[in-house]
């Protein structure tokens, strides 16, 4: 069964700083590999998809990277904002239906 | 265009009662997923629905709990005799087939009384 794990579990870092999460599964046969953003009370905003071919995917500040042989995926934040302050959660789809197995996420703040 | 809608928004119900969440997916898209997202257990996965196909109903916690889609479009998440350990966010998501990439609405948060 896969599980997925990330950490740290809460980050609060000032604005301006560049910061990393992590993002580990155990079962490295995979799709693909997903991170959402969810605000407090809100929906999961997808943000990045990295297919398992690929070992890097760039959107703004946003850089996520997948090692599929490690079971690691980070997502890398340039130039943190207040703005970016949410929980970030990675996903990788399972089992026939390809559902997605979420990580309990990271709670980022930023402070201004 | 439009996202994923989801209503209602927000569900406060006595424990017993039945429940009727909807979920209205991204036009076009024919897979429809329902999560469930409680404290102390994260996202899971209820419920999957690939267009004229069968469900895959693996995650359903219990008989209590079903859910249908009309038409290949709306689903409706059915919970019957609701619990208290029912009270959760209930997440629909779509997506295309192929396109991996699944698209959330912002969920229905209910709360078993």
């Known amino acids: 069964k896969q599980e997925v794990t990330q950490i740290p579990a809460a980050l609060s870092v000032p604005e301006g700083e560049n910061l990393v999460l992590n993002c580990s599964f155990t079962?490295?046969?995979?799709?693909?590999l997903q991170w959402f953003r969810q605000d407090p009370g809100k929906g999961l905003t997808s943000l990045l998809l990295?297919?398992?071919?690929?070992r890097e995917q760039t959107s703004g500040r946003l850089n996520a990277s997948l090692d599929k042989s490690s079971g690691r995926s980070t997502l890398y934040i340039a130039a943190s904002q207040p703005g970016d302050s949410a929980t970030y959660l990675c996903?990788?789809?399972?089992?026939?239906?390809?559902?997605?197995?979420f990580g309990s996420g990271t709670q980022l703040t930023v402070l201004p | 265009g439009a996202g994923v809608s989801q209503s209602p928004s927000n569900k406060v119900t006595e424990k017993g009662k039945d429940v009727e969440l909807r979920c209205d997916p991204i036009?076009?898209?024919?897979?429809l997923y329902w999560y469930r997202q409680s404290l102390g257990q994260g996202l899971e996965f209820l419920i999957y629905?690939?267009?004229?196909?069968?469900?895959?109903k693996s995650g359903l916690p219990s008989d209590r709990f079903s859910a249908e889609r009309t038409g290949g479009s709306v689903s409706t998440l059915t919970i019957q005799r609701t619990q208290q350990e029912d009270s959760a966010v209930y997440l629909c998501?779509?997506?295309?087939?192929?396109?991996?990439?699944?698209?959330f609405g912002p969920g229905t948060r209910l709360l078993v009384l």
């Open positions: 996903a990788v789809p399972s089992g026939s239906a390809r559902q997605l197995t």
């Open positions: 990295i297919q398992s071919s690929q």
């Open positions: 079962d490295s046969a995979i799709y693909n």
């Open positions: 036009s076009g898209h024919t897979a």
């Open positions: 998501a779509s997506s295309l087939v192929g396109r991996e990439t699944q698209y």
């Open positions: 629905f690939q267009g004229n196909s069968a469900p895959d």
